[in-house]
């Protein structure tokens, strides 16, 4: 019987949105010669997630990126690494007066060092510094996609507010809608109710052809954001009372927007399989057009990672055979798609895997 992979879940859609975008971005024109994006899904802050996340950058600053390594750096490293100076100094002297006790820096400056990222000495009983390399200002755009394979009305107005949200706090620098494409004239989509500013982006995921059915605005990600806390009577012909809203200083949107971007460069979208029952012996993959798809041979589909969980009903530990002299070569197959996968998010990071 032939395997007909269909891409009903939105987990196999997203997948494929994942792998066309790392392929194909920008959905319009095209980047700059040295420009390019890194692909990551399931990010974003506290309040608020994206399906997919594409992070522009330079493959200059990537490099200088990945100089620090492929883990992920947090805001307290940030800014040690932005602030240290190029000639050994007392760190008190070199770093700003920070608005926390000293003794968290240490704590920094001592996990940089475990790291090797950050050189430090001991001079008598004090702790001197000296940055390696300057952490480069590698983000160039950060674009959110919320993927909705399909698309009907009340999908919309479920969307509506949060894109209406992402406009007003323009973290990213574009927000857009990614769904099924159709065989209409006029994308469906178009006629729902969602912000101008938000982009429509038709992806067929078989063939992972695509078309803009509406271009995205660009987001003035550079100044002050607006973040909605109550959208008051927005939703009710009966409720009238006024929305609420709070700004957000230009430099918290520029903190939370490498916060995602060092998370997108360690994670990018592969990672799925981290959280999946690689080992069961039903797990498996299917490539399509170079893409490693997971696969369940119980289900005969793309299992969803929700599904491929401990909760599995049909979940059956590998043979025990698979796990031994490393057979066939590092263990049973869902061990070796997750190497593969690793291998791949690596590449992407234009470095070698560690
Ligand atoms: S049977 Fe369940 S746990 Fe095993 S691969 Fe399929 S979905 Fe995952």
Redesign the pocket.
């Known amino acids: 019987m032939t395997e007909q992979l269909r891409y009903g879940s939105e987990f196999a859609f997203e997948l494929r949105v994942c792998y066309w975008a790392e392929r194909e971005w920008p959905p319009a024109g095209t980047l700059g010669d040295d420009t390019v994006a890194l692909v990551a899904r399931q990010l974003g802050t506290k309040r608020r997630r994206w399906d997919t996340i594409v992070v522009e950058t330079t493959r200059e600053a990537l490099a200088q990126r990945a100089q620090f390594g492929a883990k992920r750096l947090d805001d307290d490293l940030r800014a040690l690494l932005r602030s240290a100076p190029d000639q050994w100094r007392y760190y008190r002297d070199a770093l700003p007066e920070p608005d926390y006790p000293w003794r968290y820096v240490r704590e920094t400056i001592h996990e940089a060092d475990d790291r090797g990222i950050l050189d430090v000495r001991k001079s008598g009983n004090r702790i001197e510094i000296r940055r390696q390399q300057r952490y480069p200002d590698w983000v160039d755009r950060l674009v959110a996609i919320e993927n909705k394979p399909d698309l009907d009305a009340s999908a919309a107005s479920a969307l509506q507010p949060q894109l209406e949200r992402d406009v007003a706090m323009g973290l990213a620098d574009e927000a857009w809608v990614a769904t099924r494409a159709t065989d209409d004239v006029v994308s469906p989509v178009l006629f729902e109710d969602l912000p101008v500013a938000a982009g429509v982006l038709e992806l067929d995921p078989a063939t992972l052809s695509s078309s803009v059915a509406w271009h995205a605005g660009t987001l003035d990600s550079g100044s002050f954001g607006t973040r909605i806390t109550d959208r008051g009577g927005a939703d009710s012909s009966f409720d009238r009372s006024a929305a609420t809203f709070e700004y957000v200083p230009a430099d918290r949107k520029s903190t939370l927007r490498y916060r995602i971007a060092e998370r997108a460069y360690e994670r990018g979208w592969r990672s799925f399989v981290d959280t999946?029952?690689?080992d069961?012996?039903?797990?498996?993959a299917r490539e399509r057009d170079g893409q490693a798809l997971?696969?369940?041979?119980?289900?005969c589909r793309v299992?969803?990672a929700s599904?491929?969980?401990?909760s599995?009903?049909?979940?059956?530990p590998e043979p025990p055979a698979w796990r031994q002299h490393g057979w066939p070569i590092e263990g049973g197959p869902?061990r070796r798609i997750k190497q593969l996968l690793a291998a791949r998010r690596a590449r992407t990071r234009g470095r070698k895997k560690s």
């Open positions: 999946m029952r690689h069961c012996r039903w797990f498996g997971p696969w369940c041979d119980s289900y299992q969803t599904e491929c969980s401990a599995c009903p049909a979940f059956e869902g």
